[in-house]
């Protein structure tokens, strides 16, 4: 049977030899990454955060101007952050966080995500974090909005509230959908992505911030796969302005929108921190463990490198 195949074959298949030869479907140097993010120029004010309703203000955007949407929505739980179970200093949880309730959940959604389609580029993709509670009014929002899903991602991090009567949840859905699914952009960056991400979330002690974090990390993964250097990314739900820190750091733009007014000190503060490309390497110098395992096998990191 292997025989036939190999026969078949213009080359015969010799293991991790297509890993030892990845490279990235896109790749800018630094100094490419840089160029393509001070020449992309737009018809209004970007690297901005307005402290208005993510609704209203999408309406205010020309169509077909935004790159990529990154969302992070209220999960329409009874939350605010400050539950001791969540074993937090609450005095360092700003107020102010508006919750959606549960039986509002989905024509609030059905709002927010109605906004997308006009505003996004035609190859433009969203990339929607979720709880498992309200997962399904999401997925009908895409649907009667005419956004196609193309991966339903798991991130999987260590932490889990205890409980005694079903499994801990210790993990989020991440799910990217696109405006036309013949024609959208996505970065192959690794050569083996799998759709079950394992990062840590980091815990910030002692520091102000909102009632819900992502880890920067989980965030510039999105952004890799999901954008190129120069491109305007959306963030309906600023939170921290941890979107906005992991653009500023990729040579990406941001715009953003976020309910709570008490942030905007908090969001400052920390794309203060950031200097402009910090967290961008080119992607062929960044090989993911399988890549970089092969290359040893072939000898070829020397080569490669070159």
């Known amino acids: 049977m292997n025989s036939n195949l190999n026969s078949k074959r213009k080359n015969r298949y010799i293991p991790n030899k297509a890993a030892a030869e990845f490279k990235p479907t896109y790749d800018w140097s630094v100094q490419e990454a840089k160029r393509l993010y001070e020449e992309r120029k737009y018809s209004f004010n970007i690297d901005i955060i307005h402290y208005i309703d993510c609704i209203k203000g999408m309406r205010s955007f020309p169509d077909n101007s935004i790159d990529m949407v990154i969302a992070d929505p209220p ?16 005095d360092n949880v ?32 969203v990339w929607i974090f979720s709880g498992w509670t309200n997962l399904k009014d999401i997925l009908i929002a895409l649907e009667k909005h005419k956004l196609t899903i193309i991966n339903h991602i798991i991130w999987k991090y260590q932490f ?32 083996y992505p799998e759709d079950v991400w394992y990062i840590k979330r980091k815990y910030h002690t002692g520091i102000k911030k909102n009632a819900t974090k992502l880890p920067i990390n989980v965030v510039l993964r999105c952004i890799d796969f999901g954008s190129k250097p120069g491109d305007l990314v959306l963030d309906p739900f600023m939170g921290n302005g941890t979107t906005a820190t992991a653009c500023k750091g990729a040579y990406r733009h941001y715009i953003g929108f976020e309910a709570n007014k008490q942030l905007k000190e908090i969001i400052e503060w920390n794309l203060s921190k950031i200097t402009l490309g910090e967290y961008y390497i080119p992607y062929s110098e960044r090989p993911d463990e399988i890549v970089s395992e092969a290359r040893k096998k072939f000898g070829m990191e020397t080569e490669i490198k070159k």
């Open 160 to 191: 889990g509230v205890f409980t005694r009567k079903k499994f801990v949840t210790s993990h989020y859905h991440i799910l990217f959908a696109v405006k036309n699914k013949g024609n959208y952009f996505f970065n192959k960056i690794e050569h």
């Open 94 to 125: 700003v107020a102010g966080y508006k919750e959606i309730k549960i039986e509002n959940y989905f024509e609030f959604t059905d709002k927010w995500i109605g906004e997308i389609p006009r505003v996004l580029k035609n190859d433009g993709g």
């Open 75 to 90: 999960f329409g739980l009874d939350f605010n952050g400050k539950e001791s179970i969540y074993n937090r200093n609450k």
